[in-house]
């Protein structure tokens, strides 16, 4: 990113600085890729509204954790809420079991729908929980740090099916038609990806351009002190620290 004219923070990405609220919600997980949105986002100037959610997924205490050091490094006020899917121990090996799914290094495949990887209509559950704390703040932008990918029929390629550009202007549909703040005063809620279309790879090398401190991020689908090295998520992050050639700072943290 020579002068913020590279390739890695994209035009599109760019033009948020001209944004005429510069408040935003984003999504939290702690994850790395959240981790690089946020470091973006403060980049850009933003005020951050970070919002962590604990649904019972298996490594909620590390991710809490890494949520908690990545909002107090970038700024803002940050919010945990917890709800209740006990339904999501039956239907993702994400609560309580490790992953078995070997993800690609670039787009997860979509077969990550069979194999357990995909939690049921989260996405739709984050957002909306997203938009009530935008709107009850009167902000117009919710972030999230969604990378999904579709063809030339607006059907997703690449990703979850939760996070594909078609999915994600429906969405913003729907919090607009749901919006009292829409209704009224004519302001519809927007949700900016800055990291959408983007491989895994891209996405680090951004972080690294901005200086994203990745060390704070967590990604291990499994809770313990220490990233298990085993699970899909683990194998994904040391393929891309290693494609870069340096060591994941996580290790310099823990």
Known sequence: MQDAEGDYVKKQVLEYMNLPDKRIVLLQSGGLDSCICAALFSWLNF???HVF???GQNAKEQELKSAQLIAEKYGGEFYKTSITLPWLETSTTLVNSSDKYQGEIEHESLSSVKTGCYVPFRNSVLLSIAGSLAESKRI????????GSENLLHKPTGGTVDKHPTYVKAFERLLREGSAM???DGVPIKILTPVMDMYKTEILEMGLEINADVSLSWSCYNNGDKPCLKCSACHLRQDLFNIFDIEDPIYTRL
């Not at 117009?140 to 740090?145: P, Q």
């Open 182 to 184: 829409y209704h009224i």
């Open 53 to 55: 959610v604990d649904y």
């Open 47 to 49: 005020e951050i509204h």
């Open 140 to 147: 117009r932008y919710i972030g999230a740090a969604f990378d």
